[in-house]
């Protein structure tokens, strides 16, 4: 009798205030052929709430992989990557700066505070859907991830 492994089911925590941008994001990553569940916050406070599981986020999931805008509200993506980087119990969580921003100087500094990576959203739709694609197949399907 051979039997496969029920396959896992990846934790995604989307961090974005566009309402346009989290729709197609999730359209994106509702295909494919990795298992997913997709929480989406649209500002920082939020998602370091959830991460740390605290208050009505005590009972969350912890993500395995966090796709994070920078510019958010209440608490910008800087100083969530900068709080998450510096957590001992959060870091290991790969953290993908997808963000609008085309500055050099902006994916330098999200490098320096320990970005797992910075992708700069296209403006084309075809092209998006692609980029989340090729981050889905890099981090959910190639890369190991942290237990």
Do not use: H
């Not at 649209?42 to 992989?65: K, N, Q, T």
């Not at 920078?70 to 001992?88: F, H, I, Q, S, T």
């Not at 075809?126 to 399907?141: A, C, R």
């Amino acid at each position: 009798m051979n039997r496969e492994a029920p396959q896992k089911t990846f934790e995604i925590l989307l961090v974005d205030d566009s309402f346009t941008d989290v729709t197609l994001i999730r359209q994106a990553l509702s295909g494919g052929r990795v298992p997913k569940n997709i929480t989406v916050v649209d500002d920082g406070v939020e998602a370091l709430a959830l991460l740390r599981r605290a208050g009505s986020y005590r009972d969350s999931a912890r993500p395995d992989l966090v796709l994070l805008d920078l510019n958010l509200c209440r608490k910008d993506g800087r100083e969530v990557l900068m709080e998450v980087k510096a957590d001992p119990r959060l870091r290991g969580i790969p953290v993908v700066i997808l963000t609008s921003s085309q500055s050099p100087e902006d994916a330098r500094r999200c490098y320096d505070m320990q970005a797992n990576s910075v992708v700069t959203k296209p403006l084309d739709l075809d092209d998006l859907v692609q980029t989340v694609w090729s981050i889905e197949k890099f981090w959910l399907n190639t890369a190991r991830l942290p237990a």
